[in-house]
């Protein structure tokens, strides 16, 4: 109950700054259906109980051994032959079905809830594109301007020619088209301007392309995937559509995109354990003597709690441009966690 009490309250003190406030104003202003509001409102929490659900657990763990410490029912159990580890089996329990629930929430609940809300489906963003040959010199720039989960519109497609200057590629061509259509080989334009360019850089000619094709067999799918997945956040994808991702970007060689999603594909699987080791720095930080003060534990629980959210940005960067290796800026806060539950065994002297 104490988990339950902690989760829901850590729940409405995030939401209510920003979205409940933000939909009431919709409400008044926009004239938004209550039920909408509603909706909008059951959508959101999703994204917030993947953060609560840890949180949850280390406070209210926290919480109930405090009690039992101050009514010294630790004591009594302790003397009646109990080791500390066996008294904390049923939070450790707790723990571990919360963090298969904490792994199903950003797995399922966040991805539908987000599809459903429309997060993600149209960005009014450029996308570039640069398409190389085997030697890994560019054949072809792609810069699309607008696109949606569905369509693909506003391409500048610029073909490189051979000719160099110093270290400057030249053009061979650029073709200006509205849209794009995706087929199973390639992507078919079936109508674009195209401007021939010489050797010089001068433009020779102008004239209208029909049926014009490019990308073909599967990199025509998984330049489309990039396109649709680039600007959405990780937590909006399911586990399945994340390690694919993190497939399509290692192979196109995006190197600094692909450590930043592989790090968010190993946090997918770690961040659920934070549930485990939470319960028992939980119960380590709550057990005390009858007399000592309370204000302790939580202080440093809410040190933990703070460090970990606030630090998660920087290991992700850590893990882009190749500092540290994806699985080790995934891992970091979990060794951590592991050490400090060691350090506070010791100081608790258990």
């Known amino acids: 109950m104490a988990t339950v009490v902690c989760l829901l309250l850590f729940i409405i003190v995030w939401i209510a700054p920003e ?10 202003t926009q004239n938004m259906p209550i039920l909408t509001a509603a909706k909008i409102l059951v959508y959101e929490m999703p994204e917030v109980l993947a953060k609560a659900i840890p949180v949850g657990i280390l406070l209210g763990s926290i919480f109930t051994f405090d009690k039992l410490s101050k009514d010294s029912e630790l004591s ?19 723990g571990l079905a919360l963090s298969f629930l904490c792994f199903y929430v950003s797995d399922k609940m966040i991805p539908y809830a987000s599809k459903a809300m429309g997060k993600g489906s149209h960005f009014d963003k450029h996308f570039v594109y640069l398409q190389k040959n085997e030697k890994q010199i560019p054949t072809r720039g792609i810069i699309i301007s607008n696109f949606t989960d569905k369509a693909i519109k506003n391409l500048i497609i610029i073909n490189f020619s051979n000719e160099k200057y110093d270290d400057a590629m030249t053009f061979k061509s650029i073709l ?21 360019i010489n050797k010089n850089g001068i433009y020779t000619d102008i004239g209208n392309v029909k049926d014009y094709k490019i990308l073909n067999g599967k990199l025509s799918q998984d330049v489309y995937k990039m396109i649709v997945n680039s600007t959405k956040k990780e937590r909006f994808f399911t586990t399945k559509d994340l390690k694919e991702y993190k497939e399509i970007l290692k192979e196109q060689d995006f190197t600094d995109e692909y450590n930043y999603i592989l790090a968010k594909y190993y946090q997918r699987f770690l961040h659920p354990l934070t549930c485990i080791l939470f319960a028992v720095i939980g119960c ?20 933990m709690i703070f460090l970990y959210y606030i630090t998660l940005p920087f290991f ?35």
Do not use: H, N
């Open 284 to 303: 380590l930080l709550g057990f005390s003597p009858p007399r000592s003060q309370r204000l302790v534990g939580f202080t440093v629980a809410v040190g």
């Open 176 to 196: 200006f088209a509205p849209y794009a259509l995706l087929k199973d080989d390639c992507w078919l334009i079936p109508e674009a301007k195209q401007y021939s």
């Open 76 to 94: 009594i159990l302790r003397g009646i032959g109990l080791s500390f580890t066996r008294i904390m089996v049923p939070v450790l329990t707790l």
């Open 316 to 350: 992700d960067l850590m893990a882009q441009k190749g500092v540290m290796p994806p699985f080790l800026a995934a891992a970091f806060p979990i060794i951590a966690f592991i050490i400090s539950i060691f350090v506070i065994k010791k100081v608790k002297d258990l």
């Open 19 to 28: 979205t409940l406030v933000r939909i009431i104003k919709k409400i008044f």
